[in-house]
């Protein structure tokens, strides 16, 4: 395109690009001096509103952030909801047992943990299956969890709030004196 007739109050850039008030037709178009595709492009690209480059500049960009927001959706971590928009703290999951470190004390009343049973227990190790999902919070001790079809094992102690699901089959090795309050969901 060498040459096509512009409205009176259209204006040409020292880049050949020409701006029209975006309020004029896109019929009258008038590129001098504009020999190549890629000037005839941004000549034209100029002619949009603001907010259609935008979308373009999204939707290339876009593609690029993709791999990080697929990647974070496959962490198996989680924020546990709040209702008093304090900001959580991390849970994670290992083998399948959610644990949520050192949660804030808003997050305990939340739940009615002292309100929970409690359990204690001495150093032992022994096998327990969980007929029940059971939410805990320790309030002492430590504890290696070996889950049955993982290779790997975690502790949990003082101040973890920990989620094992109903069927879910473990082996508890109690290294220091346990006392906790504990949930079951049928």
């Not at 492009?41 to 002619?47: D, N």
């Not at 309030?139 to 102690?157: N, P």
């Amino acid at each position: 395109i060498r040459e096509v007739r512009l409205p009176a109050d259209a204006q040409q850039t020292s880049t050949g690009i020409v701006s029209l008030p975006t309020s004029k037709a896109f019929h009258s178009l008038k590129l001098r001096n504009l020999s190549n595709p890629a000037n005839a492009l941004a000549m034209v690209m100029s002619h949009f509103q603001w907010n259609r480059t935008v979308i373009l500049l999204l939707v290339a960009v876009l593609p690029l952030f993709l791999p990080i927001i697929i990647t974070k959706s496959k962490l198996k971590e989680i924020i546990f909801a709040r209702s008093d928009q304090e900001q959580s703290p991390m849970a994670i999951e290992i083998c399948g047992v959610k644990i949520e470190r050192n949660p804030p004390q808003s997050r305990l009343v939340e739940l009615g943990v002292t309100a929970w049973r409690t359990w204690e227990g001495g150093p032992s190790k022994f096998p327990w299956e969980f007929t029940a999902t059971e939410t805990m919070y320790l309030l002492e001790g430590k504890v290696k969890v070996y889950v049955d079809g993982h290779d790997e094992s975690f502790e949990i102690g003082a101040g973890d709030l920990v989620v094992f699901t109903k069927g879910m089959k473990v082996t508890w090795d109690v290294t220091e004196a346990v006392k906790k309050h504990y949930s079951l969901q049928k």
